[in-house]
């Protein structure tokens, strides 16, 4: 079956550019999930949806970043006026309610230059 | 923040079982222990969690200690393929899901 699907796999933007990556979770899955992991770094967490409620944003970095899952499925996480320390790869994570087993797309890699 | 420790890195033969320790020791009652693995350019997977009692399924096994300040992740017969970072983190509702920098198991051919 389908698993998490994301898009682009590699992105490449320069200093103030804006960003949007996309992630498809997986068809009935409830919860969503967004990561950012650095290079040699495990994954750290952004932020967190149920249905289209976004429960915890805690972990996004800056108001530059924005999240959204108008629906309730597909999501968008977005990075205005991108900067170097932005480069990292995103990913994006679902499960059919809460944290128990996640399961992970491949991610974007994304590099601000 | 980190509630685990984990060593950086472990070898280990193909074939023979792999176990990754992890200390907790700061676990509270309710906080659960998972383990995901992530192998190169790929997103991590989950392979099993636990609260207090041991736990098996097709991956691997979760040893918890009575006191629950470690676990060991238990892979029975290691493969090429297990070779990867691996984490373990305790989480319960309303905390953040913390990876960590885990161990880097390589299995030797």
């Given amino acids: 079956g389908a698993g998490v699907s994301q898009s682009p796999r590699y992105k490449v933007a320069k200093r103030g550019q804006d960003v949007a990556l996309r992630c498809d979770p997986i068809s009935g899955h409830v919860s969503l999930f967004w990561y950012q992991q650095a290079l040699g770094q495990g994954p750290e967490f952004l932020t967190y949806f149920q249905n289209e409620a976004q429960l915890d944003k805690s972990g996004l970095p800056s108001d530059r970043f924005f999240a959204e899952r108008p629906e309730g499925s597909v999501s968008t996480l977005k990075i205005q006026r991108t900067q170097q320390e932005d480069s990292a790869v995103y990913l994006c994570a679902s499960s059919l309610l809460g944290i128990s087993e996640q399961y992970f797309g491949p991610g974007t890699r994304l590099t601000v230059t | ?109």
């Fill in chain 2, 1 to 109: 923040d980190a509630k685990t420790t984990q060593p950086p890195s472990m070898d280990c033969a193909e074939g023979r079982a792999a176990n990754l320790p992890c200390n907790h020791s700061t676990i509270s009652g309710n906080e659960y222990v998972y383990w995901y693995r992530q192998i190169h350019s790929q997103g991590p997977q989950y392979i099993i969690h636990g609260l207090k009692n041991n736990e098996t399924n097709e991956m691997a096994s979760l040893i918890i200690t009575e006191d629950r300040k470690s676990s060991t992740l238990i892979l029975p017969h290691a493969t090429l393929r297990d070779t990867a970072v691996y984490y373990c983190i305790v989480w319960y509702t309303g905390n953040q899901f913390y990876f960590g920098t885990g161990t880097s198991l390589t299995v030797i051919p």
